[in-house]
């Protein structure tokens, strides 16, 4: 081939090249506000005893980190792939699962925040897989919802993989994951909710429901600040405010989708209230059906609490009983 020729095939090849790499390279835009080291210079003055948990795999867990658990198709960021972190006993068995999903006001965080509670409660006896999902900047309401029930339905597929009994798996959630993971829990077997991101063939009903922190009402007048303006995270999470959108304010909020045959409920609240919107309610009513919830409190100003010592291991002692009740496990 002449220089000139091999010197016009090169520049086609590096114009392709850039293109694809521009096209499949897109990033999601992220907000990286929310993290452990953020929450603990929040916090460290007013609970000088405070230590942030860390990563650390028992020796009795094994760990399988970034599976894709489903693949999105033609997302304005290309195909997009969403990942969990599996921890599960070492020793052979049928455990139960729990889903456990990250806060971060629907738009921050990511499943590494939920990776030492999950180990803790992994080393109990318990297949934990912490969810990726897709936040607001990326998908708004109900993404996530959708993510989270096909995590549910990879968790039964894999269920021999994991050593995960099928007909015990919960869903926990902290703070936004807490909403979240209430949603996913009391909207079992409806269609609607149900997505169409894989797996397909697998039921996502959820035996329990775990909710650290998590609005169940957003219409609770606790919850329902009408003064929020446009960039609050609720009001951008649901596509606008109450005034605008009331219809998905209702149909977002977990409360509204309790009926009789709903799974029992462990609620772990820190000491601000306005994260417990709805819950007494919600208790009453589950109360009336004669399904089991429980209650347990930190009586402090910090929200995070399931990232701290000393916090951490009363949390995953509380979530271990609970699951102890509900599966005899």
Same mark, same amino acid.
């Given at each position: ?89 070492? =020793?052979? #068995?049928?455990? +139960?699962?729990? *889903?456990? !999903?990250? $806060? ?7 499943? /590494? &925040? ?46 021999? =993989?994991? #050593?995960?009994? +099928?007909?015990? *798996?919960? !869903?926990? $959630? ?7 993971? /209430? &949603? ?146």
């Amino acid at each position: 081939m002449k220089p000139f020729f091999q010197n016009v095939l090169w520049v086609i090849l590096f114009v392709s090249f850039c293109a694809n790499a521009q096209q499949t390279g897109i990033k999601i835009p992220k907000d990286t506000s929310f993290t452990v080291k953020n929450e603990f210079k929040k916090y460290r003055k007013n609970y000088p005893e405070i230590k942030p948990a860390k990563d650390s795999l028992p020796a009795n867990v094994n760990e399988s980190r970034n599976l894709v658990y489903t693949t999105l198709k033609n997302t304005p960021f290309g195909d997009r792939d969403l990942h969990v972190d599996v921890f599960s006993p070492k =020793k052979k #068995g049928k455990y +139960p699962a729990l *889903i456990m !999903v990250h $806060g971060g006001g629907w738009k921050a965080g990511d499943k /590494m &925040l939920q990776v030492p509670l999950a180990q803790k409660l992994a080393a109990k006896g318990i297949v934990t897989i912490c969810v990726e999902y897709q936040l607001l900047q990326e998908a708004k309401y109900p993404a996530a919802l959708y993510n989270i029930k096909s995590a549910v339905r990879w968790t039964r597929a894999n269920a021999d =993989k994991f #050593g995960i009994d +099928p007909d015990k *798996i919960a !869903v926990s $959630g902290c703070s936004a994951g807490g909403q979240l993971a /209430m &949603l996913v829990g009391l909207t079992s077997g409806i269609e609607s909710k149900e997505g169409d991101q894989g797996n397909l063939g697998f039921s996502s009903k959820i035996q329990a429901v775990v909710d650290m922190d998590g609005v169940v009402d957003f219409m609770a007048p606790l919850s329902l600040n009408l003064k929020r303006g446009p960039d609050s995270p609720d009001v951008q999470w649901l596509g606008g405010t109450f005034y605008e959108k009331p219809e998905i304010w209702k149909e977002a909020s977990p409360i509204f989708w309790a009926n009789e045959k709903s799974c029992p409920i462990l609620f772990i609240n820190s000491g601000f209230p306005r994260f417990h919107a709805g819950q007494d309610e919600l208790i009453g009513m589950m109360k009336d059906w004669g399904i089991y919830t429980e209650v347990h409190k930190f009586d402090i100003q910090l929200h995070t609490f399931w990232l701290f010592h000393p916090w951490i291991d009363p949390t995953a002692n509380y979530i271990n009983d609970f699951l102890i009740k509900v599966f005899n496990k």
